[in-house]
């Protein structure tokens, strides 16, 4: 059992639905400074709302290291996180008495430390979150990474603006939503599965010093593992976290 450490009180300076049961929350510490955390780590929050039922919880922390606070995105799963979601219709505003108490950085999914790239983020819907970060954060300026998003539609790529004009901004940066079920979708739909892989990731595949970061629910994390593998990419060119929210 994990022990909960509650030493930094953040502030809930903003609670926003971006999407149909995904919520944003950008927290800062009611004193001092936010710690030093690498882009793509978690953190443990523990919410004090009214009306929330108290417990710790581990969310990416989906913002770039360096500024005054931290963003978590939150996706509606089961009756907590659907509690939260429901919470953000009633946020009161900046200064009154939503708090919550944040233990972090935790993890060392993070290519801060990773050395160059060339790099492939895979990512299944709200598994977006520690690439928004990454992508955001200290690169240089010729940094190559390719982002293939799975999801269901649409609705489900919450962060896509914010991609969008980090795309904008460093052109080394390319992103491609696949959608599963998106009648309307005129860019990639499908699943992101090996033909997938191929086609859209093959001057990646093609360079041995490619390396393969995927955040997503566990059994397609195990899929795509083997996927690679049967490409030709060892095991240590592969980085994962499993996404549960």
């Not at 049961?21 to 690498?38: D, F, H, M, N, Q």
């Not at 004090?48 to 509606?76: A, Q, R, Y």
């Amino acid at each position: 059992m994990r022990l909960f450490k509650p030493r930094n009180r953040f502030g809930i300076v903003a609670m926003d639905r971006i999407a149909p049961r995904i919520t944003r929350i950008r927290l800062a510490p009611e004193s001092g400074k936010v710690r030093p955390y690498l882009a793509g780590q978690f953190t443990f929050i523990r919410f004090d709302i009214p009306g929330l039922p108290s417990k710790d919880h581990p969310f990416t922390i989906s913002n770039p290291p360096g500024g005054s606070f931290i963003e978590i995105m939150v996706k509606g799963t089961d009756v907590w996180t659907l509690d939260l979601y429901d919470q953000a219709e009633n946020f009161p505003g900046v200064g009154e008495a939503w708090k919550a108490w944040v233990d972090y950085p935790y993890g060392d999914f993070s290519t801060e430390r990773a050395g160059a790239g060339p790099w492939v983020f895979l990512a299944d819907g709200i598994g977006i979150t520690p690439f928004l970060a990454m992508a955001g954060g200290r690169l240089s300026d010729d940094a190559r990474i390719l982002i293939l998003w799975a999801a269901y539609n649409r609705d489900e790529l919450a962060g896509f603006e914010e991609l969008s004009a980090i795309n904008a901004r460093r052109p080394s940066i390319r992103m491609v939503p696949v959608l599963g079920h998106d009648p309307i979708w005129t860019g990639r739909r499908g699943q992101l599965d090996r033909q997938a892989l191929e086609d859209l990731a093959g001057r990646e595949l093609a360079d041995p010093e490619t390396r393969y970061w995927i955040s997503c629910p566990a059994s397609l994390r195990r899929d795509l593992v083997k996927i690679l593998k049967n490409l030709g990419v060892s095991r240590r060119r592969i980085r994962y976290e499993d996404c549960t929210s």
